[in-house]
C-alpha cells in the first residue's frame, strides 16, 4: 500500500478523517484536543486504498518544534499515527513508522521519539523502541515515551 507525504490541503483533509474515525470516534478523543497547532507544521504522511479511500496516517514533527518538544537535540517526533479499523493487521502501521523514520533521517534526525498508548507498547517495541519514564494520561488515555536511535 503506496504511502505518500500530503502535499495538498485535499490530502491533509483525508489524513485528518483518518484522525477523526480512530481518535475521536473510536476511542472517545475530544476533537479540540486531536487536532492542534503543530499540524500547520508538521509533514503528514498518507496511505490510501485502492480505492482512493484513506487507510492511514502519521505526522512527523522536526527542526526547532521537535526540539522543543522533546529537549533533545537531534531527535524527532512521530506522532499522531492512526489507522482505520479495517486496515489494521495489514502491517500498514509499521509502513507508516518506518515512513516517518525514513522522513526523520533524512531531517538529521538521530532519533525518534514517540507516545504511544499502553496498550501499543508491544508494537512499538517490534519495531525497536525502548520506553522511557513513567505512564502518564493524554486525553484520558494512559501514554507512555517511547525512544528508538537510528
Same mark, same amino acid.
Given at each position: 500500500?503506496?504511502?505518500?507525504? !500530503?502535499?495538498?490541503?485535499?490530502?491533509?483533509?483525508?489524513?485528518?478523517?483518518?484522525?477523526?474515525?480512530?481518535?475521536?470516534?473510536?476511542?472517545? $478523543?475530544?476533537?479540540?484536543?486531536? +487536532?492542534?497547532? *503543530?499540524?500547520?507544521?508538521?509533514?503528514? *504522511?498518507?496511505?490510501?486504498?485502492?480505492?482512493?479511500?484513506?487507510?492511514?496516517?502519521?505526522?512527523?514533527?522536526?527542526?526547532?518544534?521537535?526540539?522543543?518538544?522533546?529537549? $533533545?537535540?537531534? /531527535?524527532?517526533?512521530?506522532?499522531?499515527?492512526? !489507522?482505520?479499523?479495517?486496515?489494521?493487521?495489514?502491517?500498514?502501521?509499521?509502513?507508516?513508522?518506518?515512513? $516517518?523514520?525514513?522522513?526523520?533521517?533524512?531531517?538529521?534526525? /538521530?532519533?525518534?521519539?514517540?507516545?504511544?498508548?499502553?496498550?501499543? *507498547?508491544?508494537? +512499538?517495541? /517490534? *519495531?525497536? +523502541?525502548?520506553?522511557?519514564?513513567? $505512564? +502518564?494520561?493524554?486525553?484520558?488515555?494512559?501514554? /507512555?515515551?517511547?525512544?528508538?536511535?537510528?
Amino acid at each position: 500500500m503506496p504511502i505518500a507525504v !500530503v502535499s495538498t490541503e485535499a490530502e491533509l483533509e483525508l489524513a485528518r478523517r483518518v484522525r477523526l474515525e480512530v481518535f475521536v470516534e473510536e476511542q472517545g $478523543v475530544p476533537a479540540e484536543l486531536e +487536532y492542534d497547532d *503543530l499540524d500547520a507544521t508538521s509533514l503528514h *504522511l498518507l496511505a490510501l486504498g485502492e480505492d482512493g479511500v484513506p487507510l492511514g496516517t502519521a505526522r512527523l514533527i522536526s527542526g526547532a518544534e521537535a526540539l522543543a518538544l522533546t529537549g $533533545v537535540e537531534g /531527535r524527532v517526533l512521530l506522532g499522531r499515527l492512526a !489507522v482505520v479499523k479495517r486496515a489494521r493487521g495489514t502491517g500498514l502501521g509499521a509502513d507508516l513508522v518506518r515512513a $516517518v523514520e525514513r522522513a526523520g533521517r533524512e531531517r538529521g534526525a /538521530r532519533q525518534c521519539e514517540l507516545h504511544a498508548q499502553v496498550q501499543a *507498547l508491544g508494537f +512499538y517495541e /517490534r *519495531l525497536g +523502541y525502548a520506553a522511557e519514564g513513567p $505512564v +502518564y494520561q493524554d486525553a484520558g488515555i494512559p501514554h /507512555r515515551t517511547m525512544v528508538k536511535s537510528f
